[in-house]
Nanobody, 120 residues
Framework: QVQLVESGGGLVQPGGSLRLSCAAS????????MGWYRQAPGKQRELVAA???????NYADSVKGRFTISRDNAKNTVYLQMNSLKPEDTAVYYC??????????????WGQGTQVTVSS
């Protein structure tokens, strides 16, 4: 089985920074695309940033220039560095990964979510 475990959320003042981490573990053969999504109360889950296995990235327009996604393939971990945070960034942040397990099947896996609150 595969697990994605997120960490790094919390309460931060506007203009502050946070770094989220998401580590994958289990019967992993290969990890393909990884990404961060967020869901605010009453809103649909939306893509924040994504990164391919080769390191290509894309971002939601609302976070371009403020957030940076990266990954450490040796640690099966994806990161989201969030700078210049705004109250509208408040949401539960989820990581997602497309993973081939050792039995050969490929599936998408989600983390449990971590709360990010931006407030003074």
């Amino acid at each position: 089985q595969v697990q994605l475990v997120e960490s790094g959320g919390g309460l931060v003042q506007p203009g502050g920074s946070l770094r989220l981490s998401c580590a994958a573990s289990g019967s992993i053969f290969a990890i393909y695309g990884m990404g961060w999504y967020r869901q605010a109360p009453g809103k649909q889950r939306e893509l924040v940033a994504a990164i391919t296995s080769s390191g290509s990235t894309n971002y939601a327009d609302s976070v371009k220039g403020r957030f940076t996604i990266s990954r450490d393939n040796a640690k099966n971990t994806v990161y989201l560095q969030m700078n210049s945070l705004k109250p509208e960034d408040t949401a539960v942040y989820y990581c997602k990964a497309t993973i081939r397990v050792t039995t050969g099947s490929v599936s998408e896996y989600w983390g449990q979510g971590t709360q990010v609150t931006v407030s003074s």
